[in-house]
């Protein structure tokens, strides 16, 4: 299964939708013997900054989504991207 | 299911894994109507000098994977992080 259906099954095949979406996902998985820093959230910070030059990225169209299970971390940021002046 | 599980699948259970990794995905959903500018491979390159202020990262430790299907457009970093020194 591609990493594309694994990330938005059936959704592909709808003709039109609606709005234009930017998705990043950060993973970390830990090795199990280090105790480094959680660096993700100040991580996620600055690659919003990065992410605001080439997009025009409204606070409100912005989800974080944070989930931590054994040796995995994931944050997920879905942003809802303007819609183009036609 | 979880994100995690959909990322990393049976994989998460295995007791000790050798490295710790750090996984970075765009996934750009266009609207089908717009004819913006490809910006990924930009913004991966910016999003690649905020993560290596974080960590250390060795170029020969990073793989880079680009899917494009229908409307959907993924880019996917994969680095393994140097082992910590004991």
Do not use: C, W
């Amino acid at each position: 299964m591609s990493l594309i259906e694994r990330l938005f099954g059936k959704r592909q095949k709808s003709a039109a939708i609606a709005r234009e979406r930017l998705q990043i996902i950060l993973a970390h998985e830990r090795d199990g013997r280090t105790t480094a820093p959680d660096y993700l959230p100040a991580l996620q910070r600055e690659l919003m900054e990065v992410i605001s030059k080439y997009v025009a990225v409204h606070q409100e169209d912005i989800k974080v989504h944070l989930e931590r299970q054994d040796n995995f971390e994931v944050l997920e940021v879905n942003i809802v991207l303007p819609e183009n002046k036609r």
